[in-house]
């Protein structure tokens, strides 16, 4: 009986793994996002235009504009600073530079997708 209590119990609290997984799952977007901007692309993998004054690489400190966090079971992802301006499209000379995602791509649904995996496989383990 006690077996099957503990069976209960777990299959209860999943109803609060998102919620729960939430956080993780909010670090592990902007860890995704943080990628493509290091190899200096948009969130749909398309290279940013180099800069117009040396040619060089753009926006090379924007990973520490990205801020992303979970309010309930959603996962907000913002963009701070000049960085922006870049990505609105209203930096000088009107050069757009997507660094934050405008829909959910297939790559942060995959890294969203695995940390819920890790999350029930734990709760399922539990005990």
Request: net charge positive.
């Amino acid at each position: 009986m006690a077996e099957l209590d503990a069976m209960i119990a777990k299959i209860q609290s999943l109803s609060q793994l998102a919620k729960q997984a939430a956080p993780d799952a909010a670090e592990a977007v902007r860890d995704a996002i943080v990628k493509t901007i290091e190899a200096g692309t948009d969130p749909e993998g398309k290279a940013w235009a180099p800069r117009k004054a040396d040619g060089g690489r753009p926006l090379a400190g924007a990973a520490g504009a990205v801020k992303a966090g979970a309010v309930g079971t959603s996962i907000l992802v913002r963009v701070a600073g000049p960085e922006a301006r870049h990505h609105l499209g209203r930096a000088r000379g009107g050069v757009y530079r997507g660094i934050i995602p405008t829909r959910l791509t297939p790559r942060l649904a995959e890294c969203v997708r695995d940390v819920l995996v890790q999350h029930f496989n734990e709760t399922i383990k539990e005990g």
